[in-house]
Nanobody, 126 residues
Framework: QVQLGESGGGLVQSGGSLSVSCAAS????????MGWFRQAPGKEREFVAA????????FYADSVKGRFTISRDNAKNTVYLQMNSLKPEDTAVYYC???????????????????WGQGTQVTVSS
């Protein structure tokens, strides 16, 4: 049974930093591209970042580029999202997700991800 478990969310002031992590089990971690998505109240789930199997390719939404960094530790089956210079509009539930290798152009499409965590709340106060 595949399980993805996020941790590390919380409350931070605008301009601050926060790191969230996602531990995976029940899958061969090194064969999956890992992604982070977020969903704010009343909004659709949106892509944040993704990292390819070997960690050699990373992708970011324009809204977080230069502020967020995704990384993975394949020895620990864990993916991380370091968030700096946080803004109130970054407030959302953050989800990690896993997908097998697919067409690169679909890496931002949440429907292409087979497994999802339960999410962790990130709140940025102004």
């Amino acid at each position: 049974q595949v399980q993805l478990g996020e941790s590390g969310g919380g409350l931070v002031q605008s301009g601050g930093s926060l790191s969230v992590s996602c531990a995976a089990s029940g899958l061969t971690f090194t064969t999956y591209t890992m992604g982070w998505f977020r969903q704010a109240p009343g909004k659709e789930r949106e892509f944040v970042a993704a990292i390819r199997r070997s960690g050699g390719g990373t992708f970011y939404a324009d809204s977080v580029k230069g502020r967020f960094t995704i990384s993975r530790d394949n020895a620990k089956n864990t993916v991380y999202l370091q968030m700096n210079s946080l803004k109130p509009e970054d407030t959302a539930v953050y989800y990690c997700a896993a997908r097998r290798t697919g067409i690169l152009s679909t890496i931002q499409d949440p429907t292409q991800y087979a497994y999802w965590g339960q999410g962790t709340q990130v709140t940025v106060s102004s």
